[in-house]
């Protein structure tokens, strides 16, 4: 990101990503196991959120998973590689990945009275629920010139009453839980829900303590599950593009 400020300040001018690298550069990229893997579990305990399953054949959680890499030198048999691309999903279960297990036709899918109010707008309100900010520094790279999402139709409201999607970052901690509820109950039906990044998929590394619960699933009904620790403003724009049937 540093080198892209320097070079927009060296050359005194700003280019808007296209919409074609959206689409080409816009899935979260998922460790994957090869043929070289052995089921030797030496990857498991390396993970610190527990994504990583040998049951059966090798798999990973992409909703759990905080794309750290940890699982990568603990492999002896250097099998483990960021290499399988991983869409924003309507189905939870859709997030757990398999080796030798071809990926499913993975599309958003929103209720059809949804799509016929949306249209072709979106107006967002975001609540951090207890992230580490990480994600709402991508929410707010959403509106700088290179990504400019309101080209899209898409923006960033102040108020719940004015919104069609909430968009959720952070486990949901308790202190939280009171005021995501409150925003979600001002905001006129039809309504999203998003949940934006690992922690408010399955809570993160700080999910399931006294503080803080699983994801937003255990709150709210959620329509769409954008993976990524953080994920890319690309990633979160295709995903919204996709939910609109704009793709």
């Known amino acids: 990101m540093l080198e892209i400020i320097e070079r927009r300040v060296r050359d005194k001018k700003v280019v808007t990503e296209p919409l074609q690298l959206f689409q080409q550069q816009g899935r979260a990229l998922a460790p994957m196991a090869d043929s070289r893997c052995d089921l030797c579990g030496e990857c498991v305990p390396a993970c610190p959120t527990s994504a990583i399953s040998i049951e059966g054949d090798w798999s990973v959680d992409a909703g759990k998973c905080l794309f750290c890499g ?14 399988v691309e991983v869409p924003a999903v309507s189905d939870r279960s859709s997030l757990v990945l398999r080796r030798n297990v071809p990926l499913p036709e993975l599309r ?24 580490c900010n990480g ?12 990504y400019d999402l309101e080209r899209f139709g898409i923006k960033i409201v102040a108020s719940p009453r004015h919104a069609d999607m909430l ?31 690992t922690c408010a998929i399955s809570g993160g590394p700080f999910g399931g303590t006294y503080a803080a619960g699983n994801g937003v699933a255990e709150a709210l009904p959620v329509d769409i599950y954008i993976p990524g620790c953080p994920p890319h403003p690309r990633t979160v724009l295709l995903a919204l593009l996709e939910a609109l049937g704009r793709l």
């Open 167 to 197: 968009l959720v970052t952070g486990p949901v901690t308790r202190n939280m839980l009171p005021a995501l509820m409150k925003t979600y109950n001002a905001m006129p039906e039809p309504r999203l829900v998003a949940a934006m990044g």
């Open 108 to 131: 958003l899918k929103l209720r059809d009275e949804v799509r016929k109010v949306l249209g072709r707008s979106l107006a967002i309100r975001e609540v951090d629920a207890g992230s």
């Open 70 to 83: 940890d699982c990568l030198p603990a492999c002896p048999r250097d099998a483990l590689a960021f290499s």
């Open 135 to 146: 994600c709402e520094v991508e929410v707010n790279s959403l509106s700088n010139p290179m």
